[in-house]
């Protein structure tokens, strides 16, 4: 595999070297880790199944509070499975968000403020997914022919809303403040408007106090749009580097990919329920279960949604490289700064633990970005073409 691309590889060699042998350890333990919770992810939902169905519990539950009955009692159940589920992962969870990035030397968090986080976190999705599966139930239930218009509508209401709470979610997890830094302000402004998108000011996430991650984002506000920085960001970049991160992300807003994105994982959700709902019809009345809308066969739901996703995950993998790809060209175009790009991805990769060129099988399964060595190589790329046009013309 490797021979096929010499170019590639040297770069990556490059920035091993760049990196170097500690954070590139660290670098292939996260890997190492994030594949195994992707197959976790895919075990788990079996054993919840196995742990529900065949002891009957499931089927005792619903009984015990006529949960097919009324809303409120589909919802009731809803939100005990929903809430022993994560109860039973808050093991995994510390594991995978506290042990893990403390080894990875990103956590700055005490295990307390850890804790008190994943409450808050865990109690915000519970309510949530409670929410869509007390939709999806009572559509299975009152429209057993003509569900599918129901569960379109349902997913479309439920993902619009995801959307607009994004700020609200991040804004649980951390404080943000207004950014104190005239120059990059007036530096952000002028590349919104070079580009046409009309600018919302910034909000600085104050992320450091609880992770040494560094990121950055849009976010809607008012007419506008804001830049969502982290301060590890700023703290680790220049307000060149900020430009370019940020102008990656106007590539994505200038592209539409947030919209196209929501809309690919609306028809998504809508078949993978479709699908959901063959499979509960068929297995639906299996040891004392009533049928699609019975709210006992849940965690048969779940396990279907899981693997479904899993294997969607994959393919939107392989898109989301690409949108990946034509914003950081979009970046490129717009600042004209292929060496500051580069820069800004080595200080992202150190701050995240990127490998610069993982196994070709392992970015085509896992990665939704382009890996470090593809990017930095097409900065490169960009660089010669610049170069060759500019000496023609
Ligand atoms: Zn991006």
Redesign the pocket.
């Known amino acids: 595999m490797s021979a096929l691309n010499p170019e590639l590889e040297a770069v990556a060699r490059e920035l091993e070297a760049a990196l170097g042998p500690e954070i590139l350890a660290q670098a292939r333990y996260q890997l190492r880790v994030r594949i195994t919770q992707f197959f976790l992810d895919l075990i788990l939902p079996v054993l919840w199944a196995l742990l529900w169905l065949p002891t009957g519990w499931a089927v005792r539950l619903r009984d015990a509070f006529h949960a097919n009955d009324s809303w409120w009692g589909t919802w009731l159940v809803l939100l005990v499975f929903l809430a022993a589920e994560a109860l039973l992962n808050l093991p995994l969870a510390w594991y995978f968000d506290f042990r893990v990035e403390n080894r990875l030397g990103t956590n700055r968090q005490s295990l307390g403020g850890w804790l008190w986080d994943q409450v808050k976190q865990s109690a915000v999705n519970i309510l949530l997914q409670s929410l869509l599966f007390l939709g999806v139930y009572t559509i299975f239930r009152l429209w057993p022919e003509r569900w599918f218009w129901g569960i379109s509508g349902l997913v479309v209401v439920f993902l619009a809303l995801m959307y607009l709470l994004q700020p609200l979610l991040l804004r649980l997890q951390y404080k943000a403040e207004p950014l104190d830094d005239p120059e990059l302000d007036a530096r952000l402004k002028a590349l919104f408007a070079k580009v046409g998108v009309p600018y919302a000011g910034v909000a600085v996430i104050k992320a450091g106090e609880k992770t040494s991650r560094g990121n950055a984002a849009l976010i809607p506000k008012g007419a506008g749009t804001q830049v969502v920085l982290f301060d590890t960001l700023i703290e680790a970049v220049d307000a060149e580097g900020v430009e370019v991160v940020v102008a990656?992300?106007l590539?994505?807003k200038v592209h539409r990919?947030m919209a196209k994105l929501m809309a690919l994982l609306g028809v998504a959700l809508i078949l993978a329920l479709a699908v959901a709902y063959g499979v509960l019809r068929s297995v639906g009345t299996w040891d004392g279960l009533q049928g699609p809308g019975d709210v006992a066969t849940y965690p048969v739901l779940a396990l279907i949604l899981a693997w479904l996703s899993a294997g969607l995950q994959v393919l939107l993998n392989i898109y989301s490289r690409r949108?990946?790809r034509a914003?950081?060209q979009f970046a490129l175009d717009t600042t004209g700064r292929p060496e500051v790009f580069e820069r800004v991805m080595l200080v992202l990769a150190k701050q995240n633990k990127a490998l610069p060129l993982p196994p070709a099988w392992v970015e085509f399964f896992f990665y939704n970005?382009p890996s470090l060595a593809r990017r930095v190589l097409a900065a490169r790329q960009w660089r010669g073409r610049a170069t060759a046009s500019s000496a023609q013309g």
Do not use: L, Q, R, V
């Open positions: 990656h992300e590539g994505h990919d949108i990946e914003a950081d970005h």
